[in-house]
């Protein structure tokens, strides 16, 4: 039981992993490559939506379990956003769509990493009960 729940935790990080990486760097290719605004400073929108993402750097790579629950709260934000984008008819409606499978791979595997993880981290700690 504790190695198939050790797997689970490894391909769970690996979600979350490669989800949050890919975010931060459709994010940057959206705002500063592909399609950066007319109107606007190209540098403020990106800061304004991936700082707070890299906020929880240090979390995501010490593994912290509250830091990855915290996560998948904060993220709803870029959900909600993904969404409406993916679903209007502006011309950034595959960006949109793009962020929004990642944001919800990056939910689902640091869910199920904090979940997984607590659950190996209590069988390491009481030797009973693996039996």
């Known amino acids: 039981m504790q190695q198939t729940l050790a797997k689970k ?3 769970s990080r690996a979600v979350t992993l490669f989800s949050y ?3 931060i760097l459709l994010l940057t290719a959206w ?4 399609a950066p605004p ?5 540098y403020s929108i990106w800061a ?3 700082v707070p993402l890299l906020l929880f750097y240090p979390v995501i790579l010490k ?3 509250r830091g990855h629950i915290w996560l998948c709260f904060f993220i709803t934000v870029y959900f909600m956003h993904s969404v409406t984008i993916a679903m209007s008819a502006h011309s950034s409606a595959i960006l949109g769509l793009a ?3 990642l944001v919800a791979a990056l939910f689902i595997g640091a869910m199920m990493f904090a979940r997984w993880q607590s659950q190996l981290n209590k069988r390491l700690n009481n030797p009973e009960q693996n039996r």
Request: hydrophobic residues 45%; aromatic residues 8%; charged residues 10%.
């Open 99 to 101: 962020e929004t499978l």
């Open 48 to 50: 304004f939506q991936t």
């Open 38 to 42: 007319e109107n606007a400073n190209p």
């Open 9 to 11: 935790v490894t391909i």
């Open 63 to 65: 593994k912290h379990l």
């Open 21 to 23: 990486f890919g975010l």
């Open 31 to 34: 705002h500063l490559i592909i």
